[in-house]
């Protein structure tokens, strides 16, 4: 007589059975950034990075910033003790010394806004300071505005440069977009089914000002959804797309750095919810540590083992990462929880700091009318 699966694995079954769909459903339909015919004309974009402190990604990244011929590049430097500045206007980039911060604004929405009020492009394209433009990206985000007309297109870019350290937790970025919501949510009218990333987003200017900008979403942590449901609520479209070889990104130089860089954003990711951000971690625990500490003792059990990191390397290439040393990161799988928990601890604080600035942590509504 065979042995009845334990509820933890049927839990565990389940919970990679939906995500399994969410992942097929978005290999079918997630975009892809695509490089439009040479001849095809495109609205005039203004590249826009907010940057505090960011000399090092700067000096990596502004040669391809500045080869992608876009209408304006404008950097904001948002109070820096570093050489951000320096490095910027060395590249014959236009520097606009950021303003103090006001009360009431988180400083990455803040440094939009500013960047927002001096910009003349048609397509405002907004960038993290440690994203990665490849050959044309700029165009054939403009293009992928045009071809779906949206007024938001949000790229999820390709991480790259990851050594042991960050790729414990760096690639989740991609895992959580690409398993947890399916693409096809976006196609509803219900502004809440709408979500982007922050780390590059491109709007039409008419849009941008439609949605109220980033002074209406001037106090959120997740500044880019936020943005992105009121663009949706002002009647655009909003679309995503991968960014493979025409976007990439070096977002964290370690594991400590990824860690708190994870933990700034995991409570509001959680609905704002500290229950549901530990009700969460340990069902992570359940379905991809335990299952590799525990000796199987049901056949299934070793479809539990294995589903984690097929998951992992399912993801990895979907985005493009197909080298050998991706393709091994799915062993880190089991042990990603453990390296996790420093942000769970961080995320679990009442505060949380990023870029010398600290900010309350909890889950806070928008008065419009303030």
Known sequence: MKRPLPLGPQLALAFLTFKGINLLLNALTFPRLRTPPACEALPMVSLLIPARDEAHNLRRHLPGIVAQAAHEVLILDDGSTDETAEVAAACGLRVIRGAPLPPGWKGKSWACHQLAAQASGEILLFLDADVVLHGGAARALAAHLQQ??????SVLPRPQGLNLGT???AP?????VL?????????????????????????????YWAAGG???VRDEMLEGTALARRVRAAGWPVSKALGKEHVGIRAYRSYAASVHGFSKHA????????????????????VYTLPWIRRPRHPLLWAVRLAG????LLVNWLTGRRQLPDLLEALLVPVTFLAALPAYRLALGRQVTWKNRTYTNAAHKHNDEA
């Open 267 to 286: 409570l509001h990711v959680h609905l704002g919810s500290r229950p549901l951000l530990v009700a969460l971690g340990a069902l992570h625990f359940l």
């Open 179 to 207: 398993t947890w919501l399916a693409y096809p949510l976006q196609w509803l009218r219900w502004p809440q089914a709408s979500t982007a990333n922050a780390q590059g987003m491109a709007f039409r200017r008419e849009a």
């Open 167 to 169: 790729r414990l937790l």
């Open 172 to 176: 989740l970025v991609d895992v959580m």
């Open 214 to 216: 980033h002074h209406a």
């Open 309 to 312: 990191p097929a998951e992992r």
């Open 148 to 153: 779906h007309r949206s007024g938001l297109v």
